[in-house]
């Protein structure tokens, strides 16, 4: 019996397998097709729970289950087999599950506002022409990442960053050209402040918003209208909370947000976070300290050696030599 009963246990646990994955790829292209935010956590949970129970199953956690039981007498009656068998997969799916929620739960909103951004307004097979504020237009590239490379490279890699970053390097150029900045510094500062997500929000709810990560009234200073009352240049929890809650009740889609908030619509953001890297420049003298003032108010000091600036010359220097490519 002991036999009989591992092959069982093994079956039902590949069969969870396969439908679990499945039902994942299932609730996927539902999620991707969805305006509510809760379908994208519902689909990377089962996503996640299909892609953990294959990878316990490949490591054989549940030969290794089996044979426990096996030796065990009281579980090697035939009645008890079928509710054994049912056990360990409910115990499987409950682990997967749950690392599906933790996963899914911090990159859902990611993706989710990824794919709108491309499906509403950047089709795979057309190019969508834009325009900024001062009238000019940009067009896509035509060789821009596809979502499916988007998705696939984590937002805090560099690649990954470039990747969604680089779907507007035309708009980058554009403004970069025409407020004399030097090359590929406004992409390195939208890789650091962003990762290249248009409906960005930072984690600690500062009131700071989109693709250039503009606090409010900074944002209101160079002409983009701001939802809300907040018009502090510095951190608003309040303000950061209640736009939380907007994004939420909008599922994080960029069609929505960027006709709300301005800060959300990429060509306008992005112009006048150009405009203003240019009047920090002017004001202290060098690109590293208008880097650093873009980010805390003022230069830092010795803000050359400073973690920010770094990154972005990092950041930079990566986008540069990926863009040449």
């Known amino acids: 019996m002991g036999k009989k009963l591992e092959k069982l246990i093994n079956g039902t646990i590949s069969t969870a397998t396969n439908v679990s994955l499945g039902a994942g790829a299932i609730e996927g292209i539902k999620y991707l097709n969805s305006t509510d935010v809760s379908d994208a956590t519902t689909g990377l949970v089962a996503l996640g729970a299909g892609a953990s129970i294959f990878a316990l199953n490949k490591s054989k956690l549940n030969t290794k ?41 911090d990159v859902a909103l990611d993706i989710k506002s990824v794919y709108n951004s491309i499906k509403s307004k950047y089709n795979e097979q057309a190019e969508e022409v834009i325009s900024d504020t001062s009238g000019e237009t940009f067009q896509e590239p035509r060789e ?5 490379e988007i998705i696939a490279n984590d937002k805090h890699t ?5 990747d969604r970053t680089y779907r507007w390097d035309d708009v980058i150029d554009s403004v970069e050209k025409k407020y004399g900045i030097e ?4 992409a390195g ?11 960005q929000l930072p984690k600690r709810n ?3 918003a989109g693709i250039m ?24 929890s309040t303000h950061g909370s209640k736009l939380r809650e907007l994004a939420r009740s909008h ?23 150009g405009k203003f890297l240019q009047d920090l420049h002017k004001r202290f003298g060098t690109w590293d300290k208008a880097i650093s003032a873009y980010n805390s108010g003022t230069p830092e000091p010795n803000c050359s050696q400073t973690r920010h600036v770094q990154k972005v010359r990092q950041f930079q220097n990566y986008y540069n030599k990926r863009d040449s490519n």
């Open 183 to 186: 090359k590929g510094v406004i």
């Open 213 to 236: 990560m503009f606090q409010p009234g900074t944002a209101r200073q160079y002409g983009l209208d701001v939802w809300g009352e907040s018009n502090v240049t510095g951190a608003d």
């Open 206 to 208: 500062d009131a700071g």
């Open 158 to 162: 560099s690649q990954g960053r470039f």
């Open 144 to 148: 821009k990442p596809s979502i499916i």
């Open 189 to 199: 500062t939208i890789m650091q402040e962003s990762y290249g997500n248009p409906t």
């Open 65 to 105: 289950l089996s044979k426990k039981i096996r030796g065990k007498k009281k579980f090697a009656r035939k009645k008890n087999a079928s509710r054994l068998s049912t056990l360990a997969m409910v115990t499987h799916l409950g682990i997967a599950a749950l690392l599906g929620t933790n996963l899914g739960k």
């Open 251 to 273: 599922g994080y889609s960029y069609e929505e947000l960027s006709k709300l908030d301005e800060r959300f619509h990429v060509p306008k953001a992005i112009d006048a976070g």
